[in-house]
């Protein structure tokens, strides 16, 4: 038995934040300044309240509505975040009785970042070639935001709050099937992009709650990012990255119809195209709408190529994440 | 590449830069546009061309575009 990805839908939040609402925050900055640093000009903010997996649930029941899927068939949910509901339980959980899934689904919560969507793939394909699931639910949701201080303008500039929901199901035929991985990890990296004050390591206190208390105490975490390093970090582990998968796959890059990387920043990745020597019409940016938004970006990029008929049935897609961890993971799917 | 041709063409990759602004000695951090994306601009652009890779450290080290050619010249050696 082999998997393949057979729908796709997500959510965005109703708020947004655009380029020119930014520059009033920060004077210093200009629209033309934020686009060309970023490729972005507008981002959808959540509101108090509205969390991860509220983005996550609503995403799911659009991919049921939308790509009429009986949510009775699903029989493993995958729920990958980096603002769990919970320490326990596991979201997953929470989302199986919200979603009225059936009570014989495994629930499982992955809380990864930008490399989340191909993990979730990943793990969804071994699950459903190992015989234990045939409808893998697989929802990436991210709420950046939340963790972001106000003042910081490049990331405020940078991330956008969204959830994906994408159907991973058991298929015979080999010529659709969701090809293999290649991943990597390097945690020495694991400083340059952190939520700092979000887990038990240095957990927010009251000096924190004290020192953030005129921005609301940014009581999630701190989202710190060290810009150079992570953008180095890219230049040097993508084309590297790309070969793996390629080769893992035994394809060349002639045969590749379309590359989706994780949507980070669109200027980083008009430099990853030139380096890596894809031509323009082959590499595809999804960010002016909706901004970096961590897990759900590639769903999200990978559903507007589908619907601009940028990605045609039966193309060849490789898709390659990278980011927070340090981590990095990719394969090639057929649309 | 020898130290002018490289500010040269730092200087065509800084889109909002007058021609002939730029010289070897140039702080570029008194550029009047200067900005981080600069900075994101001249590591990809010494990466594409020396295959060189600018740490955040080697950028808070230099002041000016000589001390970036010193540090692209003595990495691409080693």
């Known amino acids: 038995m082999k998997a393949y990805i057979k729908a796709i839908s997500y959510y965005l939040p109703p708020t947004a934040l655009s380029n020119k609402e930014l520059c009033e925050v920060f004077p210093n900055l200009t629209e033309a300044d934020i686009y060309k640093k970023t490729g972005i000009k507008k981002r959808h903010i959540t509101t108090e309240g509205i969390v991860g997996s509220d983005l996550g649930f609503f995403a799911a029941e659009k991919l049921f509505e939308e790509h009429t899927v009986d949510r009775k068939t699903i029989d493993y949910i995958i729920f990958c975040t980096e603002g769990l509901d919970y320490k326990g339980p596991v979201t997953a ?46 929802l990436t949701s991210d709420i950046p935001s939340t963790v972001i201080h106000p003042e910081d303008a490049d990331l405020r500039m940078l991330f956008g709050d969204a959830g994906a929901a994408t159907l991973i199901t058991a298929t015979e035929n080999e ?57 180095n970090f890219a230049l040097r582990i993508v084309p590297p990255l790309i070969e793996s998968i390629l080769a893992k796959n035994k394809l060349e890059k002639s045969e590749i119809n379309l590359f989706v990387f994780h949507q980070a920043n669109a200027f980083l990745l008009s430099v990853l195209r030139r380096k890596l020597k894809i031509e323009e019409d082959r590499f595809f940016i999804y960010m002016e709408e909706v901004g970096n938004t961590v897990s759900a970006s590639i769903p999200i990029a990978l559903a507007e190529a589908i619907k601009c008929g940028k990605a045609k049935k039966g193309d060849k897609v490789l898709i390659a994440a990278f980011g927070i961890g340090y981590s990095w993971s990719g394969t090639v799917i057929t649309i | 590449m020898d130290i002018h041709e490289f500010t040269k063409q730092i200087e065509a990759e800084f889109e909002e830069v007058e021609p002939g602004t730029i010289t070897p000695t140039t702080n570029y ?46 990495k691409k050696t080693n």
């Open chain 1, 93 to 138: 959980c929470i989302l199986q009785d919200r979603l009225q899934l059936n009570t014989n689904c495994g629930a499982i919560d992955l809380p990864y970042g930008c490399t989340g969507f191909t993990y979730c793939i990943s793990i969804a394909k071994a699950l459903i070639e190992s015989g234990q699931a045939t409808n893998v639910l697989a």
């Open chain 1, 175 to 231: 010529t659709i099937a969701i090809g293999s991985f290649s991943v990597g990890t390097d945690g020495s990296g694991a400083e340059n992009l952190m939520v700092k004050g979000s887990g038990t390591r240095g957990p927010v206190d009251q000096e924190w709650l004290d020192k953030y208390d005129n921005v609301g105490g940014l009581k999630y975490g701190r989202m710190q990012m060290n810009a150079l390093e992570i953008f």
């Open chain 2, 29 to 74: 951090r008194e550029i009047k546009s200067w900005s981080s994306m600069y900075a994101l601009i001249v590591i990809a652009f010494v990466d594409a061309n020396f295959d060189v890779q600018l740490s955040a450290d080697d950028l808070r080290n230099s002041q000016t575009i000589q001390d970036i050619y010193n540090i692209v010249m003595a």
